[in-house]
């Protein structure tokens, strides 16, 4: 790894951890800075990769770099969550996983039986019974654009299990999990851990998908 790497991911997990704080204290100022700047960070994070070589099979930079900046502008909206804001944030993250499902695509499908398909298939189903549907009932008129938003996040995760990368599953995965508790958090029962959650689970999902698809 090289020194900007190295100073790329120190800068990166640096940048979390200050953001976590902000969450946990309740420092709104602080946490509306660094919580953009992640996402900054992990889109130079892929660019780095890519420039000195991404693994043979990687996806082109493109899409990654797509969903990065509409998650940054997910990011952005959600700051603070009026009606009007959070459509626009759901909005941005679905074009944001549309880019990600066409960079999986851009990967290799791993030989053999798609295993990991066949567990993510009752995972997303489960996932959806026990917690889709209350968000999606709770969400009132914002039903159609909260379940259109679900579809293509769980879509994103069975194409990653299809194409078998564990560390893409993963972070696809805990996306889904940082979703699901900001989405039952708003709609369903507000809990006070949630944000917390939520925000460690997202950034912990970007960067894995990042760094399983450049890897």
Excluded at 90 to 97: D, E, I, L, N
Excluded at 117 to 136: K, Q, T
Excluded at 151 to 170: R, S
Excluded at 195 to 203: E, G, L, M
């Amino acid at each position: 790894m090289t020194t900007h790497l190295w100073v790329l991911s120190v800068a990166l997990g640096v940048t979390a951890l200050i953001n976590w704080g902000a969450v946990l204290r309740g420092e709104y100022a602080l946490e509306r800075l660094t919580k953009p700047l992640v996402v900054l960070l992990l889109g130079g994070l892929a660019w780095s990769l890519s420039w000195e070589g991404a693994a043979p099979g990687s996806p082109p930079l493109l899409p990654v770099l797509l969903a990065l900046g509409f998650s940054l502008v997910g990011d952005v909206a959600l700051l603070t969550a009026t009606e009007t804001r959070f459509l626009v944030g759901v909005g941005a993250f679905f074009v944001a996983h549309v880019a990600y499902i066409w960079a999986v695509l851009e990967t290799p499908t791993q030989p053999g039986f798609p295993w990991w398909l066949l567990g993510a298939v009752p995972v997303a189903v489960l996932l959806f019974v026990l917690f889709g549907r209350a968000i999606v009932r709770g969400a009132g008129e914002q039903r159609g654009p909260v379940f259109i938003y679900q579809l293509a996040l769980l879509t994103l995760l069975l194409v990653a299990a299809w194409k078998g990368d564990w560390l893409v599953i993963l972070g696809c995965f805990t996306f889904v999990v940082s979703d699901t508790v900001l989405g039952h958090d708003r709609f369903v029962h507000e809990r006070r851990w949630a944000p917390i959650v939520v925000i460690v689970t997202y950034h912990v999902a970007q960067t894995l998908i990042v760094v399983g698809l450049f890897r």
